[in-house]
């Protein structure tokens, strides 16, 4: 029997691919065979994982693409399409966050939030979902949270911008399931980034907030919940990705799998 995991000449995008996650997503496809473009806008990043999945001996593009513009999304889609002929995976794991109590949580960064990890998830859905409709078919991986199930203190934007990418990936599923163009989405708990290492992040992730916390006491708010009792590894988020994208998941779609250690078991 063939390997189902295998990804050999398939063609994936991966957006957000040069943060924590995406590019340990970027490299876990390539390691299963897939040639890969990354799109992020931190091109010194893009560069080194450009330079990582060629290593592994796959092709590899970047695009320094800001995803909460449309017209520049469309623009990567049609230059890989050019490129590499299909795209067959869509990673979209860009995202952002930062805390602020709600009642005064300031406007500007309400909507960047949105812009981001929603408005901009949209759009490489649609512009890419519509080449694998043209082509009869892809998979498509949203990278959610475990936020978007369970609320999170100051965190309104972050926690239903990921409400939301729940939504999308449903509502897609559903829609282009005739297409076989299958849509599922990820929910991480907190992970070992840059995002998800809050505790060593204080400053950043809580400049509007009533109070720093002190890391002992994040400690025991985050992963003191999380019933394996640690950080997920970056590189723990690519079995789950490369399951997802491949034919071992040919059956699946509109799911969210959750690589959390067990925190929405409880
Ligand atoms: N790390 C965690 O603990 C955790 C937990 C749950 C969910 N997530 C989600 O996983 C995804 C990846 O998170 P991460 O921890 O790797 O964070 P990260 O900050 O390391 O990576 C995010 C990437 O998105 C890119 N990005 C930001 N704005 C962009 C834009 N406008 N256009 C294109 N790219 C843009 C950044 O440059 C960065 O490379 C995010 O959606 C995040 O919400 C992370």
Same mark, same amino acid.
């Given at each position: $029997? ?33 040639? =890969? ?38 623009? $990567? ?134 109070? =720093? ?28 990705? =490369? ?7 040919? $059956? ?15």
């Amino acid at each position: $029997m063939n390997n189902p995991f295998d990804l050999s000449g398939k063609t994936a995008i991966v957006v957000g691919g040069a943060g924590g996650l995406g590019r340990q997503q970027a490299i876990g496809l390539a390691n299963a065979g897939a040639d =890969v473009a990354v799109a992020d806008v931190n091109a010194e990043r893009l560069a080194a994982v450009k330079r990582e999945i060629e290593r592994i001996g796959r092709k590899a593009r970047t695009f320094l693409t800001d995803i909460t513009d449309a017209s520049a999304v469309q623009a $990567m889609t049609d230059a890989v399409v050019a490129d590499y002929g299909r795209i067959d995976i869509l990673v979209n794991a860009a995202g952002i966050t930062q805390r602020h109590p709600s009642e005064d949580f300031p406007e500007e960064l309400f909507e960047r939030i949105l812009n981001i990890n929603l408005n901009g998830l949209f759009y490489a859905c649609q512009s890419v979902g519509s080449v694998m409709i043209r082509q009869g078919g892809g998979r498509i991986i949203n990278v959610a949270s475990i936020f978007a199930t369970v609320g999170l203190p100051e965190s309104v934007a972050y926690s239903m911008s990921k409400g939301a990418v729940v939504q999308i990936t449903r509502t897609l599923a559903v829609e282009w399931a005739d297409c076989h163009v299958a849509v599922n989405g990820l929910m991480p708990s907190w992970f070992e980034t840059p995002m998800g290492k809050v505790a060593d992040n204080r400053d950043q992730f809580y400049k509007g907030a009533t109070r =720093v916390p002190t890391a002992e006491e994040l400690q025991k708010k985050t992963i003191g919940r999380v019933p394996l009792r640690r950080y997920g590894l970056p590189h723990e988020i690519i079995g789950a990705t =490369v399951f997802l994208a491949s034919d071992a998941a040919s $059956m699946v779609t509109g799911h969210l799998l959750a690589v959390d250690g067990g925190f929405l078991a409880q």
